[in-house]
Nanobody, 126 residues
Framework: QVHLAESGGGSVQAGDSLRLSCRVS????????MGWFRQAPGKERDFVAA????????YYADSVKGRFTISRDNAKNTVYLQMNSLKPEDTAVYYC???????????????????WGQGTQVTVSS
């Protein structure tokens, strides 16, 4: 069993930055590929970014490329999402997720993930 706990959300102005953290605990926690997803009110849960277990490859949604950076520190069992140049449309609940799947398709879709955190709210005002 894997437990995920997000932190770092908050309310900011457009153009500001936030860094989300996801602490991973459980068996072989550093061996999981990790992803960030977000869900705005009334919308589906969308892919934001993913990173392989060794940090060797990263994937981003087009809407966040160049603004968001995913990283991980396996020594701390923590995955990060650095969000810069935030926009009002980035407002959502952000979820951390873990998967043992390795295919790039599965890393970029919510169906590919078995474990989820509770989410952290990010609100960006104009």
């Amino acid at each position: 069993q894997v437990h995920l706990a997000e932190s770092g959300g908050g309310s900011v102005q457009a153009g500001d930055s936030l860094r989300l953290s996801c602490r991973v605990s459980g068996r072989s926690s550093s061996s999981y590929n990790m992803g960030w997803f977000r869900q705005a009110p009334g919308k589906e849960r969308d892919f934001v970014a993913a990173i392989r277990w060794n940090g060797g490859s990263t994937y981003y949604a087009d809407s966040v490329k160049g603004r968001f950076t995913i990283s991980r520190d396996n020594a701390k069992n923590t995955v990060y999402l650095q969000m810069n140049s935030l926009k009002p449309e980035d407002t959502a609940v952000y979820y951390c997720a873990a998967t043992g799947n390795s295919g790039s398709y599965y890393l970029t879709t919510s169906r590919g993930y078995a474990y989820w955190g509770q989410g952290t709210q990010v609100t960006v005002s104009s």
